[in-house]
Nanobody
Framework: QVQLVESGGGLVQAGGSLRLSCAAS????????MGWYRQAPGLQRELVAI???????DYAEFVKGRFTISRDNLLNTLYLHMNGLKPEDSAVYYC????????????????WGNGTLVTVSS
């Protein structure tokens, strides 16, 4: 119904930068919010950053000042600009969307991408 495709992950050295992208497609009438989560092996999935339809952003404390979330509403594409990467940032990064598939829907539904792997070496 709704598909999210992440891209931009890879292997970088500590202190480097990456830009992740997430393209949303499918039955989308309106988007309530989009965000990025990450999960390292053996750990729980955690919020990285989120942006609502009005452009308000929220960040996890451990990425403030280093990561920037943005979106292109026309293209339904979400971005995460990551600077000053640290080895502890290594994780699978997942794109998230809260979306109404129809204008008749009174509430949104959540969808997840399959993730893109970010590995930061020291």
């Amino acid at each position: 119904q709704v598909q999210l495709v992440e891209s931009g992950g890879g292997l970088v050295q500590a202190g480097g930068s990456l830009r992740l992208s997430c393209a949303a497609s499918g039955m989308i009438a309106s988007v309530n919010a989009m965000g990025w989560y990450r999960q390292a092996p053996g750990l729980q999935r955690e919020l990285v950053a989120i942006i609502n339809s009005g452009g308000r952003t929220d960040y996890a404390e451990f990425v403030k000042g280093r990561f920037t979330i943005s979106r292109d509403n026309l293209l339904n594409t979400l971005y995460l600009h990551m600077n000053g990467l640290k080895p502890e940032d290594s994780a699978v990064y997942y794109c998230y969307i809260d979306v109404r598939s129809s204008w008749y829907d009174v509430v949104g539904s959540d969808y997840w991408g399959n993730g893109t792997l970010v590995t930061v070496s020291s």
